[in-house]
Nanobody, 119 residues
């Protein structure tokens, strides 16, 4: 039913910027929370940034002053603006969305988009 598709990944130089987008389709329902995760090569998946329906946000310490998460519920999209990128930001970035249905919690994952930071 619900699908999430990430886009905007690519190759950038250290210090550069990149904007990721996550688009939801197949449903008109809003999500309680949307999260960006990432998985660096050879490492475990980690949470990068989170935004709730009320607008509150949380960031991983390593990206706190460089990344900005936002959502546009009218367009069913979520974005991650990444500035001053570092080689250690290289990873596959995943979009996650969650919503309470009362009897269960709906969780949806995207397939990921690759971000490579290299000179």
């Amino acid at each position: 039913q619900v699908q999430l598709v990430e886009s905007g990944g690519g190759l950038v130089q250290p210090g550069g910027s990149l904007s990721l987008s996550c688009a939801a389709s197949g449903s008109t329902s809003s999500f309680d929370v949307m999260v960006w995760y990432r998985q660096p090569p050879g490492k475990q998946r980690e949470q990068v940034a989170k935004i709730r329906s009320g607008g509150s946000t949380n960031y991983q310490d390593s990206v706190k002053d460089r990344f900005t998460i936002s959502r546009d519920d009218a367009k069913n999209t979520m974005s991650l603006q990444m500035n001053n990128l570092k080689p250690e930001d290289t990873a596959v970035y995943y979009c996650y969305a969650g919503r309470s249905l009362g009897y269960r919690y709906l969780e949806v994952w995207g397939q990921g988009t690759l971000v490579t930071v290299s000179s």
